[in-house]
């Protein structure tokens, strides 16, 4: 079945960086696209940036912009989120996410979920 373990987060503090991984197992990962979503009590799921199959194409939300980096290395099953300058708002429970096409990454929910992981950004 498909798998999706993320980790990589933990406590900072605001100016600090964390990097994010997700290991896949148990689908064809390289034709995927790949999400990383965060949630935090009180507001909406955030989709926080995706990548393409072949990692060419790139999203980020406009809150993360200059910060974060996304990429993933295909030969591993791995996707990445690097964030630097973290901020307070930053803080959620972190997701990684499959979509099918890189279309599916906005209109549609994503495939599959992983469990999440914490970040958690003190000031």
């Known amino acids: 079945q498909v798998q999706l373990a993320e980790s990589g987060g933990g406590l900072v503090q605001a100016g600090g960086s964390l990097r994010l991984s997700c290991a896949a197992s148990?689908?064809?990962?390289?034709?995927?696209?790949m999400v990383w979503y965060r949630q935090s009590p009180g507001k909406r799921r955030e989709l926080v940036s995706a990548?393409?199959?072949?990692?060419?194409?790139?999203k980020y939300a406009d809150s993360v912009k200059g910060r974060f980096i996304i990429d993933r290395d295909n030969s591993k099953n791995m996707v990445y989120l690097q964030m630097n300058n973290l901020e307070p708002d930053d803080s959620g429970v972190y997701y990684c996410?499959?979509?099918?096409?890189?279309?599916?990454?906005?209109?549609?929910?994503?495939?599959?979920w992983g469990q999440g992981t914490q970040v958690t950004v003190s000031s």
């Open positions: 996410a499959t979509d099918r096409s890189w279309a599916a990454v906005i209109s549609a929910e994503p495939d599959n």
């Open positions: 990548i393409s199959n072949g990692g060419a194409s790139t």
């Open positions: 148990g689908f064809i990962f390289r034709i995927n696209a």
